[in-house]
């Protein structure tokens, strides 16, 4: 007879694990299903670790601008690419094992295989054919099943998303990168092509620039980070071509040609003209795309649109008794609208009442380049597009006492705002921390606060957190410092 539970989560990403946690608190019997490493693609290989190569990136910078600071470095330093790739791995190895102990906790059963939605309600799992590859990244010792079939009154999908690739430019691992090779280099290139600009484009972007390569950016799109406000790109643009990349927009790469240990690729512009660049390696981050593949979809009826199951704002599809969330559920694609998905569906699930939909519009993203960008809610040129009657108003990172003590000025918050209203509609921001700043305009917009609620708001001082409240200021023509 096939094992029953309440509740069986495919994927064990942001989305999944947090899923999984919460239907476990809320009282339902819970199993997880993974085929290759605990925590997913965010954990083992794209938030974190990244994240972690950039705090050596950035510990660099400092390293280099000690001179700035008033303070005498003696010798010179310098990456020790196999330390910072070991460093980055031990972090991710880390959590990794923290999500293993916190599904025992949980008491989360752990089922290890390739799962298929057989029927409402039913899965058979199969044997991984994506064994752990990684010797820091052991199975969970408390995976308590594997090949088999089990049965749900409810299933969820959360098995993310996998680097997009453009026909003829296909990564092959060795001289065309995804993110999977471009966190674990064996040796740094002396110089890369990276296409495409979008958070994971741009982050790699700026790592590998900071540890001394020549890095050449090719964007389709007129300006970088393109879901971002124009104005806070053209800004993040400025500051990364300072530190010396090379950035072409309105550009396509139409041909790439491979060499023993270099590729060339044709960059398109506007005007029709060709360049040819070429470059040690070149990493392919022109997008991801959902992992729907061999979960039996079709064949049950369910609904996907451009390689994406579509759900409705509790994370349910067009077929009962079966949900989805994260990535595999279609944009914005980020861990934390993966976990609040998570949270969401499962607690509709279990019939809490007042139960909120997702609201995606008031999703934050985060790019941790150097500078960061930051940002909720839409864009001045959405905002106009849609017909809005708006304020804006903008304040310098140059005009900040804790920015300039800090010896990074260099930045800016803006703000859009109903003029009818009052409502916050959205916050951009570039700059030093702006990622760890953003979530103050989150909470006012989930708090539906209006700009005199904002305006009487005590910031501490000095912070460059004070740059949000005179950005406000400035919209209503009431700014201080500037």
Known sequence: MAESYDVIIIGSGPGGYVAAI????????????????????CLNWGCIPTKALLRSAEVLDHANHFKDYGLVLEGTVKPDAKAVVGRSRAVSARLNAGVGFLMKKNKIDIIWGEAKITKPGEIVVGKSSKPVVEPQHPLPKNVKSGEGTYTAKHIIIATGARPRALPGIEPDGKLIWTYFEA??????PKSLIVMGSGAIG?????FYRSMGVDVTVVEVMPTIMPVEDAEITAIARKQLEKRGLKIFTSAKVSKVDKATNSVTAHVETAD?????????RLISAVGV??????????????KTDRGCVVIDGYGKTNVAGIYAIGDVAGPPMLAHKAEHEGVVCVEKIAGLPNVHPTDKGKVPGCTYCNPQVASVGITEAKAKEQGRDIR???????????????????????????????????AHMVGAEVTEL??????????ETTEEELMHTIFPHPTVSETMKEAVLDAYGRVLNA
């Open 289 to 302: 795309q959902g992992n729907i593949e061999n979960l039996g979809l079709e064949a049950l009826g369910v």
């Open 272 to 280: 029709g003209k060709v360049q040819q660049i070429t470059a040690d």
């Open 438 to 447: 953003i979530q103050g305009f989150v909470v006012a917009m989930n708090l």
């Open 22 to 41: 919460r239907a476990s608190q809320l009282g339902l019997k819970t199993a997880i299903v993974e085929r290759e490493h605990m925590g997913g693609i």
């Open 202 to 206: 741009i982050e790699f972007a700026s």
């Open 392 to 426: 804006v108003g903008r304040f310098s990172f140059a005009a900040n006492g804790k920015a300039i003590a800090l010896g990074e000025d260099q930045g800016m918050v803006k703000v859009i705002f109903d003029k009818k209203t009052g409502e916050l509609l959205g």
């Open 183 to 188: 966190l674990k280099p064996d040796v740094l």
